[in-house]
Every structure is written in structure tokens, then in C-alpha cells.
């Protein structure tokens, strides 16, 4: 099996990586910390709005079950994507939503995701788009923080109707 890679940053990274989880064809996804010029950085770190860098979720993902046009659908649709350095409660240019891409195919696709999201908003799309050049993978007990602390996220919903919409069937649990 031929393995693509994804990286989105969509507010606080725990819900994020939990809404790509239950995505059919998501192989891994793993928090981490992208965007910035802090090397190795720690959360406390990226907390102190020193480094540049956004909490992100790299996805591994199968490119014959889900495409990445498809994870961007589902990017779209699990937050507020016109908010500028948030998401919810979340406030911090840690938080802010972007997609890192690894080539200019993706670049292109994502760029075109992007215009077809924002026909459905009122308000402009806050997401950038950049080159990633490097991801740092969160500490520890970042990772499927949700499954180890027995709650569901608080501002990212799984969008359903949109797995189903992109015929990628019934969604899998963790």
C-alpha cells in the first residue's frame, strides 16, 4: 500500500486529531507543532506565542480509500475556518487554521478546496496555505488525548454527513 501525508491545523490539535481518526482511509494522525522557526518545541513553548508555530495533525492516510481532496472536505466542515487565530474558546495564533503542503499538486488542490469552501461562507476564509518544511511531533500525552481522558471534543464535531456525502462510508472509531 502506497501512503500519502496530510498536515491541517484547525484550533486545539486534540479534536482535530480525533475528527481524522474516525475518517476511512486515515491510517495515523499524529499532533504536532508546524509553521514556525522554534526548533523542537515544546506546547509550553508554542504556548508562549514566541515560535511561530500552529498545533497541527500530520495524517497518514491511504490515497485509494480517501483523497486528499476528500480530507479537506472534512478540514472544512470540522471548524469555523474564518476565524483568525481561534477556534471556540481556543484564542492564540497557535490555533490558527492552515494546511501545509508537501507539494504543488497539493497546493493546487488545496487552493481549489479552498475556493469552493468559500463560495458556501459569508465571511473571507482565514486559512493560509504554506509550504511545510518541517513537523514536530506533541509530547506524549497530547496524542489521542481524547481516547486516555474519556471525553469528546468541545469545538470540533465530526462531520457525518459529509463522510457519507463523499461516499467514504460509515465512519471507524479511533
Known amino acids: 500500500m502506497t501512503t500519502q501525508t496530510a498536515t491541517f491545523g484547525a484550533g486545539c490539535f486534540w479534536g482535530v486529531e480525533w475528527v481524522f481518526r474516525k475518517v476511512p482511509g486515515v491510517i495515523e494522525a499524529v499532533s504536532g507543532y508546524a509553521g514556525g522557526h522554534t526548533v523542537n518545541p515544546t506546547y509550553r513553548d508554542v504556548c508562549s506565542h514566541t515560535t511561530g508555530h500552529a498545533e497541527v495533525v500530520q495524517i497518514t492516510f ?12 472534512v478540514f472544512w ?21 492552515t494546511i501545509l503542503v508537501t507539494s504543488d499538486e497539493q497546493r493546487a488542490v488545496a487552493e481549489a478546496s479552498k475556493g ?7 465571511r473571507p476564509i482565514a486559512t493560509t496555505i504554506e509550504p511545510l518544511t518541517v513537523f514536530y ?25 459529509v463522510v457519507e456525502r463523499l461516499g467514504l462510508g460509515h465512519a471507524r472509531s479511533g
Open 137 to 161: 511531533p506533541a509530547e506524549g500525552y497530547h496524542q489521542r488525548y481524547y481516547e486516555g481522558n474519556g471525553h469528546e471534543p468541545y469545538c470540533h464535531v465530526f462531520p457525518a454527513d
Open 62 to 73: 491511504d490515497p485509494e480509500v480517501v483523497t486528499f481532496d476528500q480530507l479537506l472536505e
Open 116 to 122: 469552493r469552501a468559500q463560495e458556501a461562507l459569508a
Open 77 to 97: 466542515a470540522m471548524h469555523d475556518p474564518t476565524q483568525v487565530d481561534r477556534q471556540g474558546p481556543d484564542v492564540g495564533d497557535q490555533y490558527r487554521s
